[in-house]
T-cell receptor, first 115, second 111 residues
Framework: AQKVTQAQTEISVVEKEDVTLDCVYE???????LFWYKQPPSGELVFLIR??????QNEISGRYSWNFQKSTSSFNFTITASQVVDSAVYFC????????????FGGGTRLMVKP | NAGVTQTPKFQVLKTGQSMTLQCAQD?????MSWYRQDPGMGLRLIHY???????DQGEVPNGYNVSRSTTEDFPLRLLSAAPSQTSVYFC??????????FGSGTRLTVV
């Protein structure tokens, strides 16, 4: 069965610091998809990225970057020069190729960025 | 705006009452699902559907029923509410192997 672990339950940083959120996953499938979602204090879930298991290229989007390493089953998320608006709960999730696209979520990491 | 619409946004139920959480999407997505979010546990899958007329159980299906008579709608029924069902419920939809679009959530309290 698939599993996603986000070992960091809460991280606190000062604005402009870089911060990395860890995500480790388990799956027996060779085809799978990894996701990151942001949940701000307002409660909605905001899609950030989707990565398939055959694409290990790192991705950068503005201040956000993602490092996918199949060798360590990790899909870490880095925010560069953090801002107060980055304060949220971040979820990593996994979808197996033959699982009807259903998501298995990690427990989430609460990021607090202080001014 | 196109997306996933959940109603109601807030609900308080008494133990033993039944109710239906509504979910509708206008993106013609094949896949729809319901998740519940409890503190410290992330989101857990309750039921899902890969198309009209097809539903299946997720990780935590007990106490809930679903049906999918149309592509657009995927209601979640609580048969006899219990305090353990106090949670935030999210509906989501997607194309196969696509990123999910989530509704804004329903905060349910069972007293």
């Amino acid at each position: 069965a698939q599993k996603v672990t986000q070992a960091q339950t809460e991280i606190s940083v000062v604005e402009k610091e870089d911060v990395t959120l860890d995500c480790v996953y388990e799956t027996r499938d060779t085809t799978y998809y990894l996701f990151w979602y942001k949940q701000p204090p307002s409660g909605e879930l905001v899609f950030l990225i989707r990565r398939n298991s055959f694409d290990e290229q790192n991705e950068i989007s503005g201040r956000y970057s993602w490092n996918f390493q199949k060798s360590t089953s990790s899909f870490n998320f880095t925010i560069t020069a953090s801002q107060v608006v980055d304060s949220a709960v971040y979820f990593c999730a996994l979808s197996e190729g033959n699982a009807g696209n259903m998501l298995t979520f990690g427990g989430g990491t609460r990021l607090m960025v202080k001014p | 705006n196109a997306g996933v619409t959940q109603t109601p946004k807030f609900q308080v139920l008494k133990t033993g009452q039944s109710m239906t959480l509504q979910c509708a999407q206008d993106m013609n997505h094949e896949y729809m699902s319901w998740y519940r979010q409890d503190p410290g546990m992330g989101l857990r899958l309750i039921h899902y559907s890969v198309g009209a007329g097809i539903t299946d159980q997720g990780e935590v299906p007990n106490g809930y029923n679903v049906s999918r008579s149309t592509t657009e709608d995927f209601p979640l029924r609580l048969l006899s509410a219990a305090p353990s069902q106090t949670s935030v419920y999210f509906c989501a939809s997607s194309y196969p192997s696509g990123g999910y679009t989530f509704g804004s959530g329903t905060r349910l309290t069972v007293v």
